[in-house]
């Protein structure tokens, strides 16, 4: 019996529709079971903070809450605070800011054990007893990294990445793990598994991203010291918009051994793995506890460069390039602001502030920064959102991966003379050949040597610039790409660079930014006012650089600027 063409037809979409059910229900049901992990998570951080309590009655987590990690962790190795009391003091905290702002993903339970054999060791670590938090892409064995993607769900890590390693082993206790956006190529926090993370601040604001839940759990107090990553701002975003402080390295000073990547194998961008903490200190004592002989031996492709105290308690006068504007991204009147009062306040600290002349930004954005990244096309990153349910972010970036080239080329042409910073996007989305990007690699070398000639004539030490902020209402990263200007060029040129919270947000910034139009006058430069708007109150920061293997003058430059801004606001 022959069966009629169209009853044939009808049958096999009948069948690929109830497949394709299938597999969405089996992925919905991934997502539920990472949210009741979640919930789960929270429900023992609240039974452990309780039996504690309970036990101790007496201890009060605000006191130590309030101690700046220096001194905390020097009450910790002297023994007049004990490593338990500090733990719960933490989880307890944490507890209450992830209920706020959905920032932590899952509770790390062997830390309660990390707890007990930290107690017991002969040696005490630079960190001995510091409860410490980890972002999602960052291993930890037995637990997932997922970078907001359900196909990396029930994968856990088979061992602790080398960072997490040299952590535990200098006396840390990782305890917690934060979100991430979806494939982490985003400067906010949400996915489609753990949802939206909050700024603690204001929680209509964006915390930042990719290190998103990290900056809402320290900016909140949850956490007195993170480990995050950064590929084009990741690091610096929340903590300019969470109002703490934050380093990304040179590249390869930290190991990124065991560390996800957004995009794997992409060279022309350099990530890195840093520290995230309330203040400048903080992060030097995180750096000292990390560039030690068990990172250099655990990876042997860090270079073995431990941390030079010379360099970071020098108080020679420093000579310092600074700039207001990379005139790509147009600063909000508080970023100018903050450049100008943070250069007044170092001359008249006896620095010596030179002007320094940024140019072609434009092309370091699109040519080396976008079309490094997405050297094939966008292929290996389309293939990461497949089988997924949502693109969450990432949707224009994906549709111009999958155009064709005809197509591209038309777009570029017809917007290159209307919008030309959506052309060259365009241009920068299409697939090269290994000559090019061999090319491009070079090209990328020789800028950074142009950059740092330019550098040396000036006789610089260390350099002043703005940072984006006051954070962006929750939404408008991922309409706002283009805004990463003002970090990205540092993961290109791979230089050190840090953020310092230095003021906030007046009603007069909020006046004059009715008068923002961008330097490009498109569709990005009328959504930034708009993101900015509303913002009174909230921190602003400024970045710090220096040259590659230069994070001791870079976090010594910082803390000169935290210093000094310390000593003229009283608000931080």
């Known amino acids: 019996m022959r069966v009629p063409l169209p009853a044939l037809l009808g049958g096999s ?50 006191s130590i809450l309030s101690l700046p990690l220096p001194e905390l962790s020097k009450k910790l190795r002297d023994g007049s605070l004990p490593p338990d009391h500090v ?40 960190l001995y007893g510091v409860p410490v938090s980890i972002k999602d892409s960052i291993d930890c064995q037995g637990h997932d990294s997922t970078l907001g993607f359900i196909k990396h769900l029930q994968k856990p890590a088979a061992e602790d990445s080398v960072v997490v390693q040299v952590l535990k082993r200098q006396g840390a206790i990782p305890f917690v793990k934060t979100n991430v956006p979806q494939s982490l190529i985003s400067y906010d926090c949400n996915n489609l598994i753990f949802g939206q993370t909050r700024n603690p601040l204001l929680f209509t604001r964006s915390p930042g991203g990719s290190s998103g839940g990290e900056g809402a ?59 995230m903490a309330k203040d400048v200190e903080s992060l030097a004592l995180c750096m000292r506890a990390l560039l030690c002989e068990d990172m250099f031996s655990l990876d042997s492709t860090v270079p073995p460069l431990p941390f030079n105290e010379e360099v970071y308690s020098s108080t020679k006068p420093l000579r310092i390039g600074y700039y207001e504007t990379d005139f790509f991204t147009m600063p909000s009147p508080a970023m100018r602001r903050a450049v100008r009062e943070t250069k007044q306040l170092l001359e008249e600290a006896g620095h010596t502030l030179v002007p320094f002349e940024l140019t072609n930004v434009d092309h370091v954005v699109f040519n080396y920064c976008v079309r490094g990244m997405f050297a094939d096309g966008g292929r290996s990153f389309v293939k990461k959102f497949k089988g997924e349910l949502e693109k969450g972010g990432a949707a224009l970036f994906i549709w111009l991966a999958k155009a064709p080239h005809w197509l591209k080329t038309l777009l570029c042409w017809i917007s290159k003379p209307f919008v030309p910073r959506f052309a060259g996007i365009i241009r920068s989305m299409e697939e090269n050949t290994v000559d090019e990007v061999w090319n491009l690699h070079q090209e990328i070398e020789d800028f950074q040597h142009q950059f740092i000639a330019q550098w040396n004539k000036l006789n610089l030490d260390v350099m002043l610039c703005p940072m984006l902020g006051p954070a962006l209402g929750i939404g408008y990263p991922a309409k706002l790409s283009v805004a990463v200007s003002y970090t990205m060029l ?26 923002y139009k961008g330097y490009y006058r498109d569709w990005w430069d009328r959504t930034l006012p708009k993101a900015f708007r509303g913002s009174v109150g909230m921190p602003v920061a400024v970045q710090c650089v220096a040259l590659p293997w230069q994070e001791e003058l870079c976090l010594r430059f910082m803390k000169e600027v935290e210093t000094l801004s310390l000593k003229k606001n009283s608000f931080f």
Request: hydrophobic share 40%; glycine share 10%.
């Open 217 to 275: 759990l320290i900016g909140g107090g949850g956490s007195i010291l993170g480990i995050g990553t950064d590929v084009g701002g990741s690091l610096r975003f929340p903590a300019a918009f969470c109002g703490i402080c934050a380093i990304k390295p040179t590249g390869n000073r930290v190991s990124k051994r065991g560390v996800m990547s957004g995009i794997v194998g992409q060279k022309a961008v350099a990530a890195a793995v840093g520290p």
């Open 490 to 515: 540092y993961n290109a040129l791979d230089f050190p660079a840090g953020v310092v919270p230095v003021t906030l947000v007046t009603d007069e910034d909020e006046e004059q930014l009715k008068g």
């Open 87 to 126: 733990f719960y003091a933490y989880v307890g905290k944490a507890l209450q800011i992830a209920t706020e702002t959905n920032c932590i993903t899952e509770f790390l339970q062997e830390s309660e054990s990390q707890l007990r054999k930290v107690k017991l060791m002969e040696k005490q670590g630079l």
């Open 13 to 62: 979409a009948l069948l690929l529709l109830l497949l394709r059910w299938r597999r969405r229900r089996a992925l919905w049901r991934k997502v539920a079971a990472a949210q009741e992990r979640q919930e789960r998570s929270l429900v023992r951080m609240e039974a452990a903070t309780q039996r504690f309590r309970e036990q101790h009655p007496s201890v009060k987590p605000v």
